[in-house]
């Protein structure tokens, strides 16, 4: 079980999957707060602006097609940083495209998850990861 | 998504945990093939299987205390070849020290979870696993 007083970040541009996203956790009593980045420059800033001080999230969850500075950059800039490169980056994206699956593993993604366009399956898949990365996985300090 | 025709690599040299884990996913009815290294070298000839041209794995369940060469190694191994680096590592031990969960996601570990002891909670554990590394995560080619 992890801490429950550190975050989960959301990257995520469109605000019905950052809705759902937040409703599917919800409604499972996940403890940890949900920080919502909606552009890939806002989740360079949060890490940037906080620098050594913020408590890292226990898990990204990172959509690849961002506006302003892409998915890419952002899991780029997390996998070769000192200290952001070990916390788990779960790559969420619309593409099952072989090429793009490819690079996000090639970054260093943790994992690679294709959105479902349904909504009831969109909350099953929301809530295995949320059991997988909030309870079974045990996160880096 | 199924992932059923790849095989599942697990690398542990305790026989009786060996058995336990095929008997879990056994149970939840996983029906990838198993293929066991038993050492850290059966372990690392693997490479040499997918050099040759052998299907990669979908997920590879490591454990970190392995005789003749350590867990970390291989992972590490793993995680720099040009064919395995990409596969999903998740490392599957009952170690939950700090500084083996650290270590393991510095070499590239894509997840890390604590084997319960008890069995029933277990078979919980590799369903879970089962669930999100072969059915909802796309593993790379």
Redesign the interface.
Known sequence: MCDPIRPILLVEDNPMDVDLTKRAFARRKVVNPIEVARDGEEALDFFKQSEGRILLPIVILLDLKLPKVDGLEVLRYLKTHPRF????VVVLSTS?E?SD??VA??E?A?????KPVDFDRFIQ?VD??R??WCI?????? | MNNTDRSILLIEDNPMDVDLTRRAFARRKVINPFQVARDGEEALAFLGKWEAGEALPVVILLDINLPKVNGLEILHQFKTHPLSQKVPVIILTTSDEDRDIQVAYEQGANSYIVKPVDFEKFVDVAAQIDLYWNVINIPPR
């Open positions: 490169h070990v916390v788990p099952s072989d699956i490819q593993y090639r260093g943790n994992s690679y998850i294709a898949v295995q990861m059991i997988y079974l996985n045990k996160p880096p300090r």
